[in-house]
């Protein structure tokens, strides 16, 4: 079964920073490329990072320079560092792995940027 | 202003059909994949359509959708209350470099 578990939400101040991970099993992990997408309560859905099977990033611009996407294949991890956080940075967090689509979502784990 | 725009809201009673249109630009829709997920209270999105017009094993074939142009469009078929959930499309934008999801839009089942 796949699983996706994400971890290291929390309630920081402006400025701070926090790291996610996003625990995976269930399948081959390098074989697939990862995903960050948040939500706001009662608002959309917007993608922030991905990473790709070979290393390859992509940011979001409003987080770029702020935020850093990685990935351990020998550890089915992968994490987001979140540096320099903003209010409007606040949201429910997912993790997804996608291919051909954002096919499995976790739960997500929730980031509150507030004084 | 948002890349790729979906109507807010979409309504029908049951058994009807509903459509969901996506606008977005050559950059975007006009020349990538587009895909469509259904988000359901309380639970992860899930994925409905995928390159374009592709349905992942599983998705009722109540569920289709095209793309012409800068635009894509999702239609329910036979529509039931359990479809009462919000959708969007998503697509790569080759200029940006970044995913896009749509404004989303609720659908609302009378």
């Known amino acids: 079964e796949v699983q996706l578990v994400e971890s290291g939400g929390g309630l920081v101040q402006p400025g701070g920073s926090l790291r996610l991970s996003c625990a995976a099993s269930g399948f081959t992990f390098s074989a697939y490329d990862f995903h960050w997408v948040r939500q706001v309560t009662g608002k959309g859905l917007e993608w922030v990072s991905s990473?790709?099977?070979?290393?390859?990033?992509y940011y979001l611009g409003s987080v770029k320079g702020r935020f850093i996407i990685s990935r351990e294949d020998a550890r089915n991890s992968v994490s987001l560092q979140m540096n320099n956080l903003r209010a409007e940075d606040s949201a429910l967090y997912h993790c997804?792995?996608?291919?051909?689509?954002?096919?499995?979502w976790g739960q997500g784990t929730q980031v509150t940027v507030s004084s | 202003q948002s890349l790729v725009t979906q109507p807010p809201s979409a309504s029908g009673t049951p058994g009807q059909r509903v459509t969901i249109s996506c606008s977005g630009r050559?950059?975007?829709?006009?020349?990538?994949?587009v895909y469509w997920y259904q988000h359901l209270p309380g639970a992860t999105p899930k994925l409905l359509i995928y390159h374009s017009d592709q349905r992942p094993s599983g998705v009722p074939d109540r569920f289709s959708a095209s793309k012409s142009g800068t635009s894509a469009s999702l239609a329910i078929g036979g529509l039931r209350s359990e479809d009462e959930a919000d959708y969007y499309c998503?697509?790569?934008?080759?200029?940006?470099?970044?995913?896009?999801f749509g404004t989303g839009t609720a659908v609302t089942v009378l």
């Open positions: 998503a697509v790569w934008d080759a200029s940006l470099r970044i995913h896009v």
């Open positions: 990473i790709g099977t070979v290393g390859d990033t």
């Open positions: 050559s950059s975007n829709i006009g020349s990538q994949d």
């Open positions: 997804v792995r996608a291919r051909h689509g954002f096919h499995y």
